[in-house]
């Protein structure tokens, strides 16, 4: 309970405990059975603690039971009584969201959308795919080996692809191929009254339309709080010819981040360029096997052709030097890159491994590119001052970078200075005209740095699409708003 309050959990997360707010009306997890059959169903408080959390640190707060549909059809069945009966409804991907998302705050049913995981229609002339919520993004990969096509988007998590969307979400590649938005094309939604909505159009999958309301980015980044997101139409992109991955060391923080914004301005075309320091190289170098020098560091990957990359590297070279990075031995072979990227993608249990039996909690914000130097400097300091573990890493190619805070659940003083920095972090990134939240979305955490970013106008119209879709609030109620 200290946790909880000292993190600013309090609200309807903090009165709750394993007990809905209000109880299941009779007979309804026998009309829930009748809709999906008896084996997807369960009450189970194992089960139902499962699908409590996410990967944040945010208390598990389970729902009232949980529910499997095998097609939209139960969905919409489903949320049909839901809607009548008044009964919350949280959806479930895979789980692997970072600011507690799927936390059921006021009970009901949670909607396990996991073996919904058809991929629907691929079009390899229009560069598209449309696929189920239980697809996710490795899956949706797999499918395409041979194609010549593949999904960009890569959290790092497997996660799924119509959770990521919900989420609006990006990852390393992100400043070559774009975040979830601008590749999502078309959404199939159940609202929350059990009604179908395709946001662009029954089976329309331009890749760009300038026709009414933008829905598809209404819905892109909701976090489940307007409907459920029940299928995805998404944009593909061509295999590169050419891929070569190198790392670069620098003798300071901030030459590492400036070396960023000057291979940005110099226009070369990296796919991704991930920013790690010192602490996060010495963590991953001893998780992962790999010798790394453990200081400030640049991992940068370039996509292209054969004679393309060769002139690419040859300016990411040079800019390298005139920061003081150190000399730069390309990767070619898939094996690897692949394992310098794995070192990567295992950061966050490289971080945990730094105090063994603590908890973490993953923050993040993104920041204009021309003051990402100065806030990842300050942000190091603030860090260094608050004697806090908590290893940077960041997808600076687009001013995003994150905090992986280490700390003992059992010390409230600990506990306390997390939060204060957490709320810190959000509003240097607000000073220097930038987000609270890159990628992670708002969920439980952010919710108060949200009012400060859009100012009250700018939360009270958010709160009218939502009454106007969800008058009731039944949808991942207590979220973002």
């Known amino acids: 309970m200290a946790l909880r309050r000292v993190l600013g959990l309090g609200g309807a997360l903090g009165r709750r405990s394993c007990c809905s707010k209000r109880p299941l009306p009779p007979d309804f997890v026998e009309a829930l059975r009748a809709v999906v059959g008896g084996p997807n169903v369960s009450t189970a408080m194992a089960v139902r603690e499962q699908h409590g959390h996410d990967e944040s640190m945010h208390v598990c707060a389970p729902p009232d039971a949980v529910v499997w549909p095998q097609a939209v059809g139960q969905v919409q069945e489903l949320a049909a009584l839901c809607y009548r009966c008044r009964v919350p409804m949280v959806p479930f991907g895979t789980g692997t969201g970072l600011e507690g998302g799927v936390n059921a705050v006021q009970g009901g049913v949670c909607f396990d959308l996991s073996r919904m995981d058809a991929i629907a229609e691929l079009s390899l002339e229009d560069f598209s795919v449309t696929v189920e919520p239980g697809v996710t993004r490795k899956a949706l990969n797999s499918h395409l080996r041979g194609t010549g096509l593949w999904f960009p988007v890569d959290p790092g998590a497997d996660a799924s692809l119509c959770g990521m969307a919900a989420t609006g979400a990006s990852g390393t590649n992100a400043v070559r191929y774009g975040t979830m938005r601008p590749n999502v094309l078309n959404l199939r939604v159940v609202l929350p009254d059990g009604r179908l909505l395709h946001t662009a159009g029954?089976?329309?999958?331009?890749?760009?339309?300038?026709?009414?309301?933008?829905?598809?980015?209404?819905?892109?980044?909701?976090?489940?709080?307007?409907?459920?997101?029940?299928?995805?139409?998404?944009?593909?992109?061509?295999?590169?010819?050419?891929?070569?991955?190198?790392?670069?060391?620098?003798?300071?923080?901030?030459?590492?981040?400036?070396?960023?914004?000057?291979?940005?301005?110099?226009?070369?075309?990296?796919?991704?360029?991930?920013?790690?320091?010192?602490?996060?190289?010495?963590?991953?170098?001893?998780?992962?096997?790999?010798?790394?020098?453990?200081?400030?560091?640049?991992?940068?990957?370039?996509?292209?052709?054969?004679?393309?990359?060769?002139?690419?590297?040859?300016?990411?070279?040079?800019?390298?030097?005139?920061?003081?990075?150190?000399?730069?031995?390309?990767?070619?072979?898939?094996?690897?890159?692949?394992?310098?990227?794995?070192?990567?993608?295992?950061?966050?249990?490289?971080?945990?491994?730094?105090?063994?039996?603590?908890?973490?909690?993953?923050?993040?914000?993104?920041?204009?590119?021309?003051?990402?130097?100065?806030?990842?400097?300050?942000?190091?300091?603030?860090?260094?001052?608050?004697?806090?573990?908590?290893?940077?890493?960041?997808?600076?190619?687009?001013?995003?970078?994150?905090?992986?805070?280490?700390?003992?659940?059992?010390?409230?003083?600990?506990?306390?200075?997390?939060?204060?920095?957490?709320?810190?972090?959000?509003?240097?990134?607000?000073?220097?005209?930038?987000?609270?939240?890159?990628?992670?979305?708002?969920?439980?955490?952010?919710?108060?740095?949200?009012?400060?970013?859009?100012?009250?106008?700018?939360?009270?119209?958010?709160?009218?699409?939502?009454?106007?879709l969800d008058p009731h609030n039944l949808m991942n109620p207590g979220k973002v708003l």
Not at 215 to 234: D, H, K, P
Not at 272 to 279: K, T
Not at 292 to 303: I, Y
């Open 202 to 468: 029954p089976g329309r999958q331009a890749r760009k339309r300038a026709a009414g309301y933008d829905l598809t980015s209404l819905f892109v980044g909701s976090e489940g709080t307007l409907g459920f997101l029940t299928q995805a139409t998404l944009r593909l992109h061509p295999l590169p010819e050419a891929t070569a991955a190198t790392t670069a060391t620098f003798p300071s923080v901030r030459a590492a981040v400036s070396c960023t914004v000057q291979v940005l301005q110099a226009a070369v075309p990296v796919a991704r360029i991930e920013f790690l320091d010192e602490v996060m190289v010495g963590a991953c170098s001893r998780f992962s096997g790999l010798e790394l020098p453990v200081a400030a560091t640049l991992l940068l990957e370039l996509h292209g052709s054969q004679h393309g990359l060769a002139e690419q590297q040859r300016q990411a070279e040079e800019i390298v030097r005139l920061n003081g990075g150190s000399s730069l031995a390309w990767a070619e072979e898939p094996e690897e890159r692949g394992r310098l990227w794995a070192m990567r993608h295992s950061a966050w249990y490289a971080a945990l491994a730094l105090r063994p039996g603590c908890q973490g909690y993953s923050t993040d914000v993104c920041v204009p590119i021309s003051r990402l130097p100065d806030v990842v400097v300050e942000t190091k300091q603030d860090l260094q001052d608050s004697g806090l573990t908590g290893p940077m890493v960041g997808h600076v190619g687009d001013g995003n970078f994150h905090c992986l805070l280490i700390f003992n659940p059992q010390d409230p003083a600990e506990a306390q200075r997390v939060h204060a920095f957490a709320q810190r972090l959000g509003r240097r990134a607000l000073a220097a005209g930038g987000t609270c939240t890159g990628e992670h979305g708002v969920g439980l955490g952010k919710r108060a740095l949200l009012l400060e970013e859009l100012g009250q106008e700018g939360l009270d119209t958010l709160r009218r699409i939502k009454a106007a």
